[in-house]
């Protein structure tokens, strides 16, 4: 097999290894609440507490990869994480659980952008868009089995079972990683900027830690917003240092560039939208419609199967149209079918809400591939490392503000009617406001440059054409 679609291939064990338990995870929600004896809300501390320990690690990734080599940090993440899911098979609590998944973040925030940093310095430009969509397809593999899967143990074991898939597939990756993986790395590195990692470190987990403690779950409300105000003081600190330090962790100094600092911008707000999906839709699936984990599994997968359909397509439908109309126009497209989720019903026809979550699928999985690609289009090749640690602290904080979002926005409306239960009309204004947050986003897109990422799009012929010439 070419250099360029193997190496993706190995790559994504660790994205299957992570889709496939975030996925698995959100459709035995209902069921650990049930085995930790809490409210079914509160396992979305289970979602964000993962992503507070990438929001504290990421930042660091790029300076490990360039310190000891790509190969042996994303060999040593693979582990991490696996001890991590071993961890959170053993919790029985909802802190150890909590705990649990911080640990197994620790693991992902390597392995994840250390993991597109190989692929981005491994494979010629003009490539990127066709190895995006290798990389990917391993790693939508996992969600497409993911939601049945974890229904099937949820329902017929026991849910710390989910877990323990990680394991095969991460001494599988370990494998292939060691055997192919060039252990690539920078040849001149700047200091790790100490003081940049505990500004931004603490102040994202602390944000974060907030954030997602809001409500009446874990700690006061009133530590919860001193957490945010905390957390928001000392990202303002780090604003600071990083316009002074000669090489700051994260080079805030990229969103000069017009193409970065749109998609970088609105990519938060998209994923804003999207990252409720999977923190919503099984809850409303399983306890507003009353679906066992194996039914509500065997509907949710079809997101995931969508998004592997469209990644065969989304190369040529970027060359077709380019990046500016595409990220626009799907951006409008894909949150008028997350605010469709809200319009479901326990009388919706199953066929129905598969044919909405596979065509939402398609066009979700069309705009991240866009945005993966188009962030990198002005980014010189030296900056990728601080490019890839931005990208990827911006993407696990809007998720999981998502997930505060919809959690935040499901506990309001639920609260302001009588009755504990929650009810299948509380979750449609969820999915409404998330999805309105999500269309918010192609206002930014709309506001790149026509011939943006035309080189990686395989149009770079059609944008040096004199102006006037027919494409």
């Known amino acids: ?55 504290i690690f990421i930042p660091i990734s790029g300076w490990m990869a360039d310190r000891f080599g790509a190969k042996t940090v994303f060999r040593a993440a693979l582990g991490v994480f696996m001890a991590g899911s071993l961890a959170c098979a053993a919790s029985g609590s909802l802190l150890g659980f909590v705990l649990a998944r911080f640990f197994q973040g620790m693991g992902g925030a390597m392995m994840v952008p250390v993991g597109r940093l190989v692929l981005l310095r491994s494979v010629p430009r003009a490539e990127m868009v066709s190895a995006m969509a290798w990389l990917t397809v391993p790693a939508l593999i996992g969600p497409v089995l ?20 990680n394991l095969p597939i991460g001494v599988l990756g370990i494998l292939l990683t060691t055997r192919f993986i060039p252990n690539v790395r920078e040849p001149e590195r700047p200091p790790l900027d100490l003081m940049g990692f505990l500004l931004s470190g603490l102040g994202l987990a602390s944000f974060m830690l907030g954030v997602s403690t809001g409500g009446r779950h874990l700690i006061p409300a009133e530590a919860s917003l001193a957490a945010v ?3 928001a003081v000392l990202l303002a600190g780090y604003g600071v240092h990083a316009r002074r330090a000669a090489a700051p962790l994260i080079d805030l100094r990229l969103l000069a560039l017009p193409s970065f600092r749109s998609g970088l911008i609105g990519g938060i707000l998209f994923r804003v939208g999207v ?105 010189p090749t030296p900056r ?36 504990p239960d929650l009810v299948p009309a509380d979750f449609a204004w969820g999915f409404f406001v998330v999805g309105a947050i999500s269309a918010s986003s192609a206002f930014l897109f709309a506001r790149l440059h026509p011939d943006a990422g035309a080189e990686m799009a395989g149009r770079a012929t059609i944008a040096a054409k004199p102006t006037g010439s027919s494409a």
Not at 24 to 34: C, G, N, Q, R, Y
């Open 229 to 231: 105000l905390a957390g």
């Open 1 to 55: 097999m070419r250099r360029e679609r193997l190496i993706p291939l190995i790559v994504a064990t660790g994205l299957f290894m992570e889709n496939t338990d975030s996925t698995v995870l959100s459709t035995a929600l209902p069921a650990i609440a049930t085995d930790l004896s809490q409210d079914p809300i509160a396992l979305k501390l289970a979602l964000t507490s993962y992503l507070v320990a990438l929001a």
């Open 275 to 379: 990252g409720a999906i999977p923190f919503l839709l099984p809850l409303m699936l399983q306890i507003g419609f009353g679906l066992s984990p194996v039914q509500s599994g065997l509907l949710t997968f079809a997101s995931a199967a969508g998004a592997l359909v469209m990644k065969t397509a989304a190369a040529r439908i970027l060359r077709a149209f380019g990046f500016r109309a595409v990220l626009t126009w799907n951006a409008l497209l894909a949150s008028a079918f997350i605010a469709a989720n809200g319009l479901f019903t326990p009388a919706t026809p199953a066929w129905l809400i598969l044919l909405v979550l596979l065509v939402g699928g398609c066009v979700r999985s069309l705009e991240f591939t866009s945005l993966n690609v188009i962030v990198y289009a002005d980014v």
């Open 146 to 165: 993911g939601p049945p899967l974890g229904g099937f143990i949820t329902t017929y074991f026991d849910w710390r079972w989910i877990f323990l898939i």
């Open 384 to 419: 990728i490392s601080a490019a890839t640690s931005l990208v990827s602290v911006t993407q696990q904080l809007s998720i999981g503000a998502g997930i505060a979002v919809g959690a935040f926005v499901l506990e309001t409306v639920s609260h302001g009617r009588a009755g």
